[in-house]
């Protein structure tokens, strides 16, 4: 059973238009993450959540906002998604900072 | 800031042979070095981590930490098809909102 699940799997959004992506865990992980993946660049951490109702910036969270209403679910909001933000999207998990990370099988999307 | 390096970039090893990773971190105050391996089109999974100098093996694996040159390697014995993978060195840092920074990657090839 996947522990940590992503949806939509794709997508691909128009420029200025709102995407939101969704996360969902089943490990009972206080912390939660979401990174984008890009050639060259590798992992970058855009917001996470240490509990519900909470989140932190990470190191790029410009155009990006994060929700975590319940220990389970987080999601990553673009408000006007650009062509920039063309990537794929990982969300994960942890049981503390610094432990090992759950990652979920990522989210592609294209902004055109 | 800290910084994770990783070479070399990509390798191919034959079937049977050893694949050796290298990863090169900036800040000594750093914690555990984990290492993560990520297949196409899936989520990076975690394989091992260290903490303290030396060495730790788990079974074809082995990891070499020295922390005064602030580097740590992964080899993998008898290396097989199914290794094949992006492998990412990952960093916990011991203050500061980020959990793990990630380095970009070592691409690894198995040749049958």
């Known amino acids: 059973e996947a522990a940590v699940t992503q949806s939509p799997r794709s997508k691909v959004a128009v420029t200025g238009g709102k995407v939101t992506l969704s996360c969902h865990q089943t490990n009972n992980h206080d912390y939660m993450y979401w990174y984008r993946q890009d050639t060259g660049h590798g992992l970058r951490l855009i917001h996470y959540s240490y509990v519900a109702d909470s989140t932190e910036k990470g190191d790029i969270p410009d155009g990006y906002k994060a929700s975590r209403p319940s220990q389970e679910n987080f999601s990553l909001i673009l408000e006007l998604a650009s062509l920039s933000q063309t990537a794929v999207y990982f969300c994960?998990?942890?049981?503390?900072?610094?432990?090992?990370?759950?990652f979920g099988p990522g989210t592609r999307l294209t902004v055109l | 800031q800290e910084k994770v390096q990783q070479s070399p970039e990509s390798l191919i090893v034959p079937e049977g042979a050893m694949s050796s990773l290298n990863c090169t971190f900036s800040?000594?105050?750093?914690?555990s070095i984990w290492w993560y391996q990520q297949h196409p089109g899936k989520g990076p999974e975690a394989l091992i981590?260290?903490?303290?100098?030396g060495n730790k093996k788990e079974g074809r694996l082995t990891v070499y930490l020295n922390r005064a040159s602030l580097h740590v390697s992964l080899h993998i014995r008898d290396s097989q098809p199914s290794d094949s993978a992006v492998y990412l060195c990952?960093?916990?840092?011991?203050?500061?909102?980020?959990?793990?920074?990630f380095g970009t990657g070592t691409t690894v090839s198995v040749s049958p």
């Open positions: 800040n000594s105050a750093s914690q």
């Open positions: 981590s260290i903490f303290s100098n």
């Open positions: 994960a998990s942890s049981e503390f900072r610094g432990n090992e990370q759950y």
């Open positions: 990952a960093v916990s840092m011991a203050q500061g909102g980020r959990a793990l920074i």
